[in-house]
């Protein structure tokens, strides 16, 4: 893939993710814009529930996912227009190409390291509360 694609690619993935954050926040939101609209529309003499959460395809695609994807596409058609941003994105990834990432036997390596490491410094601080909540039971302690 040449960076352009992996750029396009970023940019599809944030796009998806910020569907999936925006679906959830229309749908937190949506209760009290329904219960606040629907309040207006009653004062203006209108009846029933006007505004709902209607089902579009099944009751998979709603209202609510329907102004969320329009409003994530909004989100990234704004967010690819700049050249700077896709600039941006492209440097990060010609340097990313650079890295040298470590093979199989370092990170194995590495990873024993790190959990041998992990249990010494956790039975030092073990020891050390040990020893320390003596101390302080000894000093807190009335004489009898």
């Given at each position: 893939m ?71 596409g ?31 036997d ?39």
């Amino acid at each position: 893939m040449d960076v352009k694609q992996l750029v396009n690619l970023i940019y599809i993935i944030a796009g998806v993710i910020t569907f999936v954050v925006f679906d959830k926040m229309v749908l937190w939101v949506w209760p009290a814009l329904e219960n606040g609209a629907n309040t207006l529309f009653r004062m203006m003499g209108a009846q029933g529930n006007l505004l709902h959460n209607w089902a579009i395809i099944g009751s998979y695609v709603t209202l609510t996912t329907l102004i969320a994807l329009v409003l994530a596409g909004a989100a990234m058609v704004a967010a690819y227009q700049p050249d700077e941003y896709r600039s941006f994105l492209s440097e990060v990834v010609i340097e990313l190409k650079k890295v040298t990432w470590p093979g199989a036997d370092e990170t194995r390596r590495s990873t024993l390291i790190v959990i041998v490491f992990t249990i010494i410094l956790s039975g030092f601080l073990w020891i050390s509360d040990s020893v320390w909540r003596v101390v302080t039971d000894w000093i807190l302690t009335p004489p009898t």
